[in-house]
């Protein structure tokens, strides 16, 4: 689905615009996005980082240079400027340079800056990078930096989302996750109950209104394992549908499929949506702006998920994170100086800054802060209850398989338990030819 942060090149004439801070602050952009072939190194083992001396709350003698990497557009940047100025009211030594590239180009731009030994010591991306970046050596395990005190702070999902293996990959700065969505000039109630949901869905059909138009591609429809009491992987990383859960789960889908038009990652369930002829959509929090303008601010609403009646367990979404993450090789001083700036965006301070509903309009990882804005209020209170993204290494190699499972069962009138025996096939030999783990 569409992704608010626009890679768009036309941006970065903007952005220096937006985002100069006199004496303190340079921009950097790239000049072009010539192709970069990246060779694959001997991986490092992974680093560990010294625990610091300073934090974002301990002594205003900290001098250093934050240099940070991100692709954020022009609203979130300029709402980034105002987290340094505050920032900066503490640590006025601190020096801030920043290096834009659009989203398709961040991560190889920054994996060929760490072979050439000139990284940024901040990389802002989502944690479906950490993993990799972590066993490459290329970031750093802040486990030693972060004491209890700061976990108990982050909200216990999006804690998830760095902690993998016994390494702590990064800090969350930004919760994002799968949410129920309705248009309250359709549907005026929300749905208890799975049934109910699909009892409403069916009275609303008409010739315009289809119900509800829903996409059971892997991020959609994955997560919905919660419901059924189940986990899609185990402790050791292995697949664990082929059970009683994994059954309920195709039951739970297919039960779900009668609320009205089913699609497979395609953009058909949000248009339905956006122009009023589907009533429910399952959708990224990153649509939720752009949904509320189109359909009147007052007509959206996010629901709590409802009950399936086979396990008395709610449905849920699916919860990522944007995480900050400390950079190997990173001088000891900008070391310093980089995770002050890190701890600062997670204090509430920060985190309000960041949620701004004028600026960035990010959901905060705090798992208490009061927000003024009610549908920010919402979002984060059903990715309090969501399920987290799993960090596998080759989740890529299981999605086709399970989407194949999905669409045989809701679609085509297969059983869960052939749908799941065939898909099971296909991992192992996905596995098999790219050496994964079997």
């Known amino acids: ?17 937006m985002l100069s801070l006199v004496g303190c602050e ?19 083992l992974p680093a ?104 108990a702070t982050i909200d216990p999902i999006a804690w998830r989302q760095v902690d993998y293996n016994g390494a702590l990959l990064g800090l969350p700065v930004e919760r994002q996750g799968m949410v129920l969505f309705r248009n309250r000039s359709i549907a005026s109630n929300a749905a208890a109950t799975l049934d109910e949901l699909v009892d409403a869905a069916q009275r609303l059909k ?27 992987f185990d402790e050791r990383g292995d697949l664990n549908l082929n059970n009683q859960a994994g059954f309920c789960w195709l039951r739970l889908l297919m039960s779900l499929r009668a609320t009205g038009h089913v699609s497979f990652n395609s953009e058909d369930d949000l248009i339905l949506f956006e122009t009023s002829r589907s009533s429910w959509l399952i959708e990224s929090t990153l649509e939720a702006p752009r949904l509320a303008q189109v359909i009147g601010f007052d007509n959206l609403v996010i629901d709590p998920w409802p009950l399936y009646s086979e396990t008395n367990q709610r449905l849920a979404g699916f919860v990522w994170t944007e995480n900050v993450y400390l950079v190997t090789g990173t001088s000891p001083v900008d070391l310093e100086a980089s ?33 003024s804005d009610g549908l920010q209020a919402q979002m984060t209170a059903s990715l309090s209850s969501g399920v987290a993204m799993p960090l596998h290494p080759d989740l890529s190699l299981y999605i086709e398989p399970l989407e194949g499972a999905v669409r045989a069962v809701t679609l085509q009138g297969a059983t869960p338990e052939l749908a799941l025996e065939m898909a099971l096939k296909k991992i192992d030999q996905a596995l098999s030819d790219s050496g994964g783990e079997e």
Not at 206 to 231: E, K, T
Not at 362 to 367: F, I
């Open 26 to 44: 340079s921009i950097k952009t790239p000049t072009g996005t010539p192709e970069m072939v990246v060779p694959t190194p001997s991986p490092p």
């Open 206 to 232: 008409d010739d315009q209104i289809v119900g509800a138009g829903l996409d059971y591609g892997f991020m959609y429809s994955a997560s919905q394992l919660a419901a059924c009491d189940g986990d899609l």
């Open 339 to 371: 995770w002050a700036f890190a701890r600062f965006l997670l204090t509430p301070e920060g985190q309000l800054i960041l949620s701004d509903p004028e600026g960035a309009y990010h959901l905060p990882s705090l798992a208490s802060i009061a927000l």
């Open 48 to 151: 560990t980082a010294p625990k610091p001396t300073a934090t974002a709350d301990s002594t205003p003698s900290l001098p250093g240079t934050v240099n940070l990497w991100l692709d954020w557009d022009p609203v979130e940047l300029k709402t980034l400027h105002k987290a340094i100025a505050a920032f900066q009211e503490n640590f006025p030594e601190v020096t801030f340079a920043i290096v834009y590239y659009p989203q398709d180009e961040l991560r190889l731009a920054f994996e060929a800056a760490v072979i050439e030994g000139n990284p940024p010591s901040l990389l802002f991306g989502p944690a479906s990078w950490g993993p990799e970046l972590w066993k490459s050596g290329m970031v750093l395990d802040l486990t030693s930096w972060a004491d209890d005190e700061l976990q």
């Open 1 to 17: 689905m569409n992704n608010l942060r626009s890679n768009a090149w036309l941006l970065l004439g903007v952005l220096v615009v």
